[in-house]
């Protein structure tokens, strides 16, 4: 029996987009709560993060969209991301939807995050319900950030629904607002089917599911259907709503969001941002809908076990794991240091540290991650260009043309008084500073710098110099030529090719002092002098000795026979310098994330 078609005036599809643990989450629970989504006794805080890292992090990593009914409506909520790295996750939720409801921590205003999901919702044309959460906490300044939200968004006082997501206070009244201001869905019920996909993750049981949204036409169950970016075919084995758990149904209509069950192996036959329709239809619909971009990853890292027994388990445990995240990227890497391990690509730092929490917590994996590094495009001497994701892999100079980084465009949100120490912060890292707005008491900092010089300890540092309160938001604008050289490093005159770094010049020095310090502390002493060395092309630009463990050969001798006691120490010298010479200096697993912890 088919499912009726539903009634698109009675249903709302909304998100809730804000900075980082600014309330996203326990808003949802709530929310739930009141639409008798959830019985009360299985509720539970932050329900709809399920993974650990989310409940431990105080973070939602991964998208959840649930249905619930208010006032016979149907309400259709995404809880998205609110960390830089998982912004294209925003940006396709923001696609399904109509409305977002954007909150504010009353203790905390306007963030960096804040700024770029207003301006996605924007760019999206949604209707954007500001509210302020947290007014029952002691440090909330409400007449403050709501001026900073009437400066943000243009939009009355009276707009602004206060709330306490954690006591339920006036959340009816954000499920009120949703109904009466956020339109219902448009779409044509009669036309042939497509679906954006906003999600994908892969079950062991089940295989890949689809979150999607209904666009055009109706999707039966048990239908054959493709997908338009990847070509790839599969059958909607179920299809359902979720509240939040599975609920099949018959048939996914016009306007709803919902789930599909295929018979997929792997999420990357099914990007996020893809347009599903009916195979049969393939012939009928030649557009599809707008906004799908492939995701490049452009952090990169080694990911090494620290027993070459464990490689095997490894690549297992990365497979696995790029099932259900597509943007995982991987590749075999060998250091002659290090052993067999692999090169793995990610969106950002968050995502590098989320992806190695969960190989060492789920697969039990004792790992030696090296230093992040983004990528290169290098244009040779013969025209050729070629992309390299490491150090190690740059060409032999004499074939190099150039060499183009990845610049990125930033915002920094701050207090006034900072504004100084975050230009000083900027310049030190070769930004440039592009221009300076302000919202209430905040300043917004926009600026451009190269993506490298922000990945170990720009985040920490900017907190550092604004006393914790500043944040920052960003975005890959392109890739810039520049007088950019590799860095080697030397043990004992032995390059280790896993400590290689892409600098520019300008910073090479400063760069191969530090780096060579922090080398001295980590490696141990051995029986025998090791130099610790950088150099450019052949050429030290910086070096450090670890003197050896010396025995006293010479207090054996009562008497002060100077000929016998300089016997004795060159006897010694000739064995040092012989075990240097065959000698292999231990080198631990710290000396290869130096690079993260040089500040």
């Known amino acids: 029996m088919t499912k009726p078609s539903c009634d698109l005036g009675r249903v709302r599809n909304f998100c809730i987009i804000a900075h980082i643990d600014h309330g996203k989450s326990t808003l949802a629970d709530r929310m739930m709560e009141l639409t008798g989504t959830v019985a009360k006794r299985e509720m539970k805080s932050q329900l709809l993060d399920s993974m650990d890292l989310e409940r431990e992090k105080g973070i939602t990593i991964k998208l959840s969209p649930v249905r619930m009914r208010w006032h016979d409506y149907d309400l259709n909520l995404i809880d998205t991301p609110g960390h830089v790295d998982f912004s294209y996750e925003v940006s396709r939720s923001l696609q399904a939807c109509e409305g977002a409801v954007l909150v504010v921590d009353a203790t905390q205003g306007v963030q960096a995050q804040t700024l770029t999901n207003v301006y996605l919702a924007l760019a999206q044309n949604l209707t954007i319900i500001p509210v302020l959460n947290k007014i029952d906490l002691p440090a909330a300044d409400v007449p403050k950030v709501s001026e900073e939200l009437v400066n943000l968004l243009g939009c009355d006082e009276s707009d602004i629904i206060q709330v306490s997501a954690k006591t339920g206070e006036n959340v009816d009244k954000v499920l009120d607002a949703i109904i009466e201001r956020v339109p219902g869905p448009t779409g044509e019920v009669e036309q042939p ?16 599911v689809l979150y999607v949204r209904v666009v055009d036409g109706s999707l039966p169950k048990n239908s054959t ?29 016009t306007g709803e969001i919902g789930y599909i069950v295929t018979n997929l192996k792997t999420t990357r036959e099914a990007r996020v941002g893809d347009t599903v329709i009916l195979n049969a239809d393939r012939d009928k619909v030649t557009e599809p809908l707008p906004g799908y971009k492939e995701v490049k990853p452009f952090v990169y890292a080694g990911f090494f076990p620290t027993s070459n027994e464990q490689y095997d388990l490894l690549r297992e445990a990365v497979d ?30 968050l995502h590098m540290d989320i992806v190695r929490e969960r190989l060492e917590r789920e697969y039990k994996l004792d790992l030696i991650i090296t230093n992040p590094s983004t990528n290169y495009q290098v244009k040779l001497t013969d025209g050729t260009e070629i992309d390299i994701e490491s150090a190690a892999d740059l060409p032999d100079r004499s074939r190099i043309a150039s060499i183009a980084e990845p610049w ?21 890292k070769r930004g440039l500073q592009k221009n300076i707005s302000y919202i209430g008491e905040r300043a917004v900092i926009d600026f451009e710098a ?31 030529e520049g007088y950019l050289v590799r860095v080697d490093f030397y043990v004992s005159g032995e390059m280790i090719a896993a400590l290689s770094v ?12 530090e780096i060579v310090a922090k080398l001295k502390e980590v490696i141990p002493r051995q029986q025998f002098a090791v130099s610790l060395q950088a150099g450019v092309g052949g050429k030290i630009i910086a070096r450090a000795d670890i003197s050896a463990y010396r025995k006293d050969v010479t207090w054996k001798i009562h008497t002060g026979d100077p000929d016998r006691r300089a016997k ?26 130096v690079m993260l912890k040089r500040n």
């Open 193 to 208: 089917l497509r679906a954006l996909i906003f999600d994908s993750y892969y079950d062991d049981y089940r295989g890949v």
């Open 225 to 253: 259907i493709h997908m338009m970016a990847t070509d790839a075919n599969t059958i909607a084995l179920e299809v359902g709503r979720l509240a939040p758990d599975m609920k099949p149904d018959q048939q996914l209509n």
């Open 320 to 349: 696995k794991l790029s099932l259900s995240d597509s943007v995982l990227h991987s590749a075999p890497e060998n250091s002659p240091v290090l052993g067999f391990g692999l090169r793995l690509g990610f969106l950002g730092l």
């Open 408 to 428: 990125i465009g930033g915002e920094i949100v701050t207090p006034t008084e900072y504004i100084g120490n975050i230009i000083q912060l900027i310049v030190s």
């Open 450 to 480: 190269p993506m490298a010089n922000l990945l170990t300890d720009f985040y920490d540092r900017l907190k550092s110099v604004t006393s914790g309160y500043g944040t920052y938001n960003y975005d890959l604008i392109g890739y810039r």
């Open 502 to 513: 892409m600098c520019h010049r300008s910073e090479a020095v400063t760069l191969g002092r």
């Open 568 to 593: 004795l120490l060159d006897k010694q010298k000739r064995g040092k310098k012989r075990m240097k010479r065959f000698g292999k200096v231990d080198i631990p697993s710290e000396a290869f994330t």
